[in-house]
Nanobody
Framework: QSQVAEFGGGSVQPGGSLRLSCTDTSVTFHYNTIAWFRQAPGKEREFLGGISWSGSSTNYADSVQGRFTISRDNAKNTLHLQMNSLKPEDTAVYYC????????????????WGQGTQVTVSS
């Protein structure tokens, strides 16, 4: 069973950068597809991007394509979300999620979730 946790949230000014990390202590981490989602108040949970178990395949939402980058280090059971050129509309709780199989874009397809970390973009 996966135990997923996010780290690195905080406050940043518009145009700034922030890197989130996700750890998955599951023995199957190396075979898990990992994705990032976010949820702003009053909005549905939104898929941001995902990475295959090998790291060879990534998939990003249009809203973050070119600004956000996902990478993983299987040796450390860690995954990162590098966020650049942040905007106020990026303010949300960010979640890391894991599943077996290919990258999926809907939240119900993920079996394991972290508790989320708050990201606030404001001047």
């Amino acid at each position: 069973q996966s135990q997923v946790a996010e780290f690195g949230g905080g406050s940043v000014q518009p145009g700034g950068s922030l890197r989130l990390s996700c750890t998955d202590t599951s023995v199957t981490f190396h075979y898990n597809t990992i994705a990032w989602f976010r949820q702003a108040p009053g909005k549905e949970r939104e898929f941001l991007g995902g990475i295959s178990w090998s790291g060879s395949s990534t998939n990003y939402a249009d809203s973050v394509q070119g600004r956000f980058t996902i990478s993983r280090d299987n040796a450390k059971n860690t995954l990162h979300l590098q966020m650049n050129s942040l905007k106020p509309e990026d303010t949300a709780v960010y979640y890391c999620a894991a599943r077996r199989g290919v990258v999926a874009t809907t939240s119900y397809e993920y079996d394991y979730w972290g508790q989320g970390t708050q990201v606030t973009v404001s001047s």
